[in-house]
């Protein structure tokens, strides 16, 4: 390969990295164009949003249902998994029917934006 082929190659990569990045990061960093969310329903059983929540945050980052964030309020389990279900349904764009469901209804209060 030639030395002009390998830069084509590498801006190519470069361009694909930042435009994928800078969607993926929009999506969870409250910028997303929603239509529809994930949402927890309201008589799943609390250990099972617990376990969820658990769950889901060893994968995204859920700094804003603890004390002192955004999402914080109300501190019920209820609350916080359907912030965590509606990050996960974004990313793996599964909405678990066991303990979510899909509304159309924008759940962000105040600060606590999803």
């Given at each position: ?11 190519i990569?470069?361009?694909f990295?930042?435009?994928?990045g ?5 999506k ?18 609390q ?12 994968i995204v ?10 999402c ?22 599964s ?5 979510g ?6 759940p ?5 934006k999803?």
């Amino acid at each position: 390969m030639n030395k002009i082929n390998v830069v084509s190659l590498f801006l190519i990569c470069c361009l694909f990295c930042v435009v994928y990045g800078s969607e993926t990061s929009s999506k969870l960093n409250g910028r997303k164009q929603a239509t529809d969310w994930c949402i927890s329903r309201p008589n799943a059983p609390q250990d099972k949003l617990q376990a969820f929540i658990e769950y889901g945050c060893g994968i995204v980052d859920c700094s804003v249902i603890q004390p002192g964030g955004p999402c914080f309020d109300p501190n019920t389990v209820v609350s916080h998994a359907s912030y965590v279900l509606d990050l996960i349904y974004y990313i793996q764009d599964s909405c678990d029917p066991a303990l979510g469901m899909i509304t159309t209804v924008d759940p962000s209060y105040g600060d606590c934006k999803y």
